[in-house]
């Protein structure tokens, strides 16, 4: 059974860290490119950050709000990937997705085919 396990969301002040973490199990770690998105209420989710796969030489991407402040990371041994989140704003408050599309590069969001279930992020003002 494929499954993708999110973890490490919860309630900061702005300014604070947060470090998301996406436990995967039933594929071939090596052969997914990994992603993590986001959405907030009454807005479209959105790509964040991604980590090609280890053919890819961990190529990793970064949407322009986060670059400089998030960090995104793959432990192949463990089979995860972690989202490092530092200096949060109010608007980096969603409920934060990690997903793996079966390919080297990362992709566009529907090309994912494993999604987690959503860990949440509350940043306070």
């Known amino acids: 059974e494929v499954q993708l396990v999110e973890s490490g969301g919860g309630l900061v002040q702005a300014g604070g860290s947060l470090r998301l973490s996406c436990a995967a199990s039933?594929?071939?770690?090596?052969?997914?490119?990994i992603g993590w998105f986001r959405q907030a209420p009454g807005k479209e989710r959105e790509g964040v950050s991604c980590?090609?796969?280890?053919?890819?030489?961990?190529?990793?991407y970064y949407e322009d709000s986060v670059k400089g402040r998030f960090t995104i990371s793959s432990d192949n041994a463990k089979n995860t990937v972690y989202l490092q989140m530092n200096s949060l704003r109010p608007e980096d408050t969603a409920v934060y997705y990690c997903?793996?599309?079966?390919?080297?590069?990362?992709?566009?969001?529907?090309?994912?085919?494993?999604w987690g279930q959503g860990t949440q992020v509350t940043v306070s003002s």
């Open positions: 980590i090609s796969s280890g053919g890819g030489g961990g190529l990793t």
């Open positions: 997903a793996a599309v079966r390919s080297v590069y990362c992709s566009t969001i529907p090309l994912y085919s494993y």
């Open positions: 039933g594929f071939t770690f090596d052969d997914y490119a």
